[in-house]
Nanobody, 114 residues
C-alpha cells in the first residue's frame, strides 16, 4: 500500500523559510516523477514545482516561486522535499506532494503572516 506522509508546514513571518518533506512508502521511489501543488482558500489547486524521475536532474517551477523554492529528492530516504525561502503572504496555502499521477499526500498547511 502506497503511503505519503507530509511534514514541515507551519506559521512563519514574511521573508522566512520552511522545508516541506514528503516521505513515501510502498512504491519504487526512483521510478516516479514528482511534484508539489498548493491550494489557497477559495482558489484552485496550483502546480508549484516538478522534478524528474531517477536522479531528478530536471526541475520546473511556476513563475511565482522561481528563485525562491527548490524541489529535490532523496531516493535513498524515499523522500521528496520543497525548500521555500523568501516566503510571502501569497504563498499561504495547503501544500500537497504528488508522486506519479495517482498518489497524493495528505497536505500540510503553510501560513505566511506577521
Amino acid at each position: 500500500q502506497v503511503q505519503l506522509v507530509e511534514s514541515g508546514g507551519g506559521l512563519v513571518q514574511p521573508g522566512g523559510s520552511l522545508r516541506l518533506s514528503c516521505a513515501a512508502s510502498g512504491i519504487i521511489f526512483n521510478n516516479y516523477g514528482m511534484s508539489w501543488y498548493r491550494q489557497a482558500p477559495g482558489k484552485e489547486r496550483e502546480l508549484v514545482a516538478t522534478i524528474s524521475s531517477g536522479g531528478g536532474g530536471t526541475t520546473n517551477y511556476v513563475n511565482s516561486v522561481k528563485g525562491r523554492f527548490t524541489i529535490s529528492r532523496d531516493n535513498a530516504k524515499k523522500t521528496l522535499y520543497l525548500q521555500m525561502t523568501s516566503l510571502k503572504p501569497e504563498d499561504t496555502a495547503v501544500y500537497y506532494c504528488r508522486i506519479g499521477l495517482h498518489y497524493w499526500g495528505q497536505g500540510t498547511q503553510v501560513t505566511i503572516s506577521t
